[in-house]
T-cell receptor, first 114, second 110 residues
Framework: GAGVSQSPSNKVTEKGKDVELRCDPI?????LYWYRQSLGQGLEFLIYFQGNSAPDKSGLPSDRFSAERTGGSVSTLTIQRTQQEDSAVYLC????????????FGNGTRLTVT | GQQLNQSPQSMFIQEGEDVSMNCTSS?????WLWYKQDPGEGPVLLIA?????ELTSNGRLTAQFGITRKDSFLNISASIPSDVGIYFC??????????FGQGTRLTINP
């Protein structure tokens, strides 16, 4: 597609359930990022994938959060045993992977944990 | 960790007014970016700055990369209703991980 695609656009889940969020980056982009945006807040870095290198997981808030990127393209962010404080918009972005290449964002998945 | 301090947090202006917002950090950044986010969408890149002292314009938007590499500002001239949204600064220290400011929410009264 022309841009970064995320699904679902909205997800409501009960506390304690697991959720999976999907990101399809721009074709050919080697770098993929996940950010979290809480209501009225800035973007909090979660994880970064670059090619075949080990991902930078330094932003993951707890071991309930994990992400993988299969075949260097699609990525899935998984949150286990969701908590109410996990409610936020989860944004995925991709870039061509060079040092100065800008990020292109998807429209995000709005996660609500009840 | 790394942090960008963005101000103001919100602005309420009249249509036609000029807008100025800035971002500062205690750390040096090699790249500064400015993004705009509309409701329900992801941030969209407005301007990218790659050299200290660089001044770049994009239509009514002008941004500068501070000479100390610890700050950047964004100006919007002659604001129009579609300028409404949240503006984010972001910085990179050479690695690909971008650090974002907390955002400036711009509201325009017609």
């Amino acid at each position: 597609g022309a841009g970064v695609s995320q699904s679902p656009s909205n997800k409501v889940t009960e506390k304690g359930k697991d959720v999976e969020l999907r990101c399809d980056p721009i074709s050919g982009h080697t770098a993929l990022y996940w950010y979290r945006q809480s209501l009225g807040q800035g973007l909090e870095f979660l994880i970064y994938f670059q090619g075949n290198s080990a991902p930078d997981k330094s932003g993951l808030p707890s071991d309930r959060f994990s992400a993988e990127r299969t075949g260097g393209s699609v990525s899935t962010l998984t949150i286990q045993r969701t908590q109410q404080e996990d409610s936020a918009v989860y944004l995925c972005a991709s870039s061509s992977g060079t040092v100065v290449s800008p990020l292109h964002f998807g429209n995000g998945t709005r996660l609500t944990v009840t | 960790g790394q942090q960008l301090n963005q101000s103001p947090q919100s602005m309420f202006i009249q249509e036609g007014e000029d807008v100025s917002m800035n971002c500062t950090s205690s750390s040096i950044f090699n790249t500064w970016l400015w993004y705009k986010q509309d409701p329900g969408e992801g941030p969209v890149l407005l301007i990218a700055l790659y050299k200290a002292g660089e001044l770049t314009s994009n239509g009514r938007l002008t941004a500068q990369f501070g000479i100390t590499r610890k700050d950047s500002f964004l100006n919007i001239s002659a604001s129009i209703p579609s300028d409404v949204g949240i503006y984010f600064c972001a910085g990179s220290q050479g690695a690909q991980k971008l650090v974002f400011g907390q955002g400036t929410r711009l509201t325009i009264n017609p």
